[in-house]
């Protein structure tokens, strides 16, 4: 009797314990992914600094890119790939200049090991598609169809005509050889770019006449080029051979000019009223786009506001009171017969001077209000 209650107890401690265990939580372990749903890890992408941008190309105005922010901001093509023979992978970037720090940066790197480099400056003056010139790998070349651009302009658009490519700084201090756009990726990566000029260049050197400037000064407010032709495209062929371009062109549909700022004081911090003009002169460069027909060089003016002041009466040395403003002056150019025969990367030079044909016999009110005589 006494074994059988001790076998009883002992059940009901085992289904106790059974109970209490049964209602414990169990941690599931880490889950395995099936193969299909592994994330793949993302690339990393290798820096990619521009050093220098050179402009030129050998046969008319070529100076070191000293001015960066004229460039500022270069658009570019990163095409890469796998290999040479694949280099299709598009991918668009920016090289931003910092004036304070005095470096180029660039908001995306490199990922695959074949690349090359296309793209023109500066990036606000047109809009591209590119396309390769040969075949679907970029290595051969590109295709730089443009639009959005103006006839006359006061940017100097300019296209990415070689690039040389270094591990250090010092590798790429040197002018990089047109025609050369491949690189392939290293530890670390520094370009630099050459780049050709796509319009033409016209030096407005602005001047007051001698006699004028005993009796008034003048500002600069804006300088406006424009052209009763339009440019409705642009074809840029790039090879490792060759940088071929063609304009295309038609008259204004409407009769409204394409205008190009050359200068507007609004945005000159440095002269919030306008820029002096001076007897020695002051330079304003402008550019337009030289067409094989020359129809944009025909069509061609150059549209002037500025400011009249008096001269002190007890200092001619300084201003004095401003007796006209926004006066507007506008000079055809279609007589310069050295803008007919320009092309691209070449430039001249027009000098404007502001003072009345016949000083001493105009009324007062003619006199403040100058014309602005125009030559080669």
């Not at 280099?87 to 200049?97: A, D, M, S, T």
């Not at 033409?200 to 407010?221: M, P, Q, T, V």
């Not at 911090?269 to 001076?278: H, L, M, Q, R, V």
Request: hydrophobic share 35%.
């Amino acid at each position: 009797m006494k074994n059988s209650v001790w076998f009883i107890l002992l059940a009901a401690l085992l289904l106790a314990a059974c109970s209490k265990d049964s209602e414990q939580t169990v941690t599931p372990g880490p889950e395995v992914p099936r193969p299909d749903t592994i994330p793949t890890p993302a690339v990393e992408e290798a820096p990619l600094s521009l050093v220098a941008a050179t402009r030129g190309d050998g046969s008319g105005f070529y100076d070191a890119a000293d001015a960066y922010e004229v460039h500022s901001p270069i658009q570019f093509f990163l095409m890469s790939g796998a290999n040479e023979t694949a280099i299709n992978q598009k991918r668009e970037g920016l090289f931003v200049y910092d004036p304070e720090k005095a470096v180029w940066s660039s908001n995306i790197g490199l990922k695959e090991p074949h690349n090359c480099i296309y793209g023109f400056s500066p990036a606000t003056a047109a809009s591209c598609v590119i396309s390769p010139a040969v075949g679907s790998s970029y290595k051969e070349g590109a295709v730089l169809k443009m639009t959005n651009l103006t006839a006359a302009s006061g940017s100097d658009l300019c296209v990415i005509i070689g690039v040389r490519h270094g591990s250090s700084k010092a590798e790429t201090e040197a002018v990089p050889v047109s025609g050369q756009y491949y690189f392939m990726m290293a530890s670390r990566n520094y370009v630099s770019l050459l780049l050709d000029h796509v319009f033409a260049r016209i030096d407005f050197k602005i001047k007051l006449g001698k006699e004028y400037s005993k009796l008034r000064y003048i500002k600069i407010k804006k300088l406006e080029l424009q052209s009763s032709y339009e440019l409705t495209g642009m074809t840029v062929r790039l090879t490792p051979t060759s940088t071929d371009i063609s304009y295309e062109t038609t008259p204004s549909a409407d009769g409204t000019p394409q205008t190009g700022a050359i200068y507007d004081f609004s945005t000159d911090a440095d002269n919030p009223e306008g820029k002096d003009i001076t007897v020695d002169g002051t330079v304003f460069p402008g550019f337009f786009a030289p067409d094989d027909a020359s129809q944009i060089a025909k069509a061609l003016s150059l549209v002037c506001t500025y400011d009249v002041y008096a001269i002190d009466a007890f200092n001619d040395s300084k201003i004095g009171t401003r007796v006209r403003e926004n006066c507007v002056a506008v000079n055809s150019l279609a007589g310069m017969t050295a803008l007919a025969s320009m092309r691209r990367g070449k430039k001249t030079s027009l000098t404007l001077t502001v003072e009345p044909t016949y000083l001493y016999q105009l009324s007062e009110d003619e006199l403040d209000n100058p014309s602005i005589r125009i030559g080669e």
